[in-house]
């Protein structure tokens, strides 16, 4: 499979959202990025949680969106996974203050990877969420997955 292949999918609701996170969660190991792209309300932070909950085992596990602090870490089944949401960052420098070097080594999770820059992983999942369009269903979303061949979630 080449690296640029994608594949696309209709996720018709949050529920489905949800198990195609956990079936990433799967698939993850340690040194991983997922990068998570799509406008606000897409649904990235509702990837991540689901996401998050696999990994650790915790179905009520609290996941807030990391808006403000920009990354959250959590212990989980495959070590160390930092969440972060990158909309505020102001530039790369800051990147660097956020640890995002050492992170890494471990399993990283972004939103709004836009702002990486030349930091942007080339071996990356990216995830790529669009609202759903003339279905008359809010709960819609259209995913373009693309990256670690041979490994889809
Ligand atoms: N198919 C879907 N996938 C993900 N979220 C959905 C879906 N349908 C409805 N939602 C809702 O959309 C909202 C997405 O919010 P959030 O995950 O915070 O978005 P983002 O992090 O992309 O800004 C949540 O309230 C979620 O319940
Ligand atoms: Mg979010």
Redesign the pocket.
């Known amino acids: 499979m080449s690296e640029s292949a994608s594949i696309q999918m209709t996720?018709?609701?949050?529920t489905?959202?949800e198990a195609l996170a956990r079936r990433t969660a799967e698939r993850v190991r340690p040194g991983d990025a997922i990068l998570?792209e799509?406008?606000?309300?897409?649904?990235?932070?509702?990837?991540a949680?689901a996401f998050l909950r696999a990994l650790t085992g915790t179905p009520d596990l609290e996941v807030p969106?990391p808006t403000f602090t920009l990354v959250q870490s959590y212990d989980t089944a495959r070590g160390p996974v930092h969440h972060f949401d990158l909309w505020r960052l102001s530039g790369p420098d800051a990147l660097v203050e956020l640890g995002w070097d050492d992170a890494l080594a471990d399993i990283v999770m972004v939103?709004w990877p836009e702002r990486l820059g030349d930091e942007r992983p080339g071996d990356a999942l990216s995830i790529v969420?669009a609202l759903g369009q003339n279905s008359g269903d809010?709960?819609?979303?259209v995913v373009t997955l693309s990256g670690w061949p041979g490994r889809v979630p």
């Open positions: 996720i018709p609701n949050l489905a959202m998570l799509g406008p606000l309300g897409a649904g990235k932070t509702a990837f949680r969106s939103e969420i809010d709960d819609a979303r």
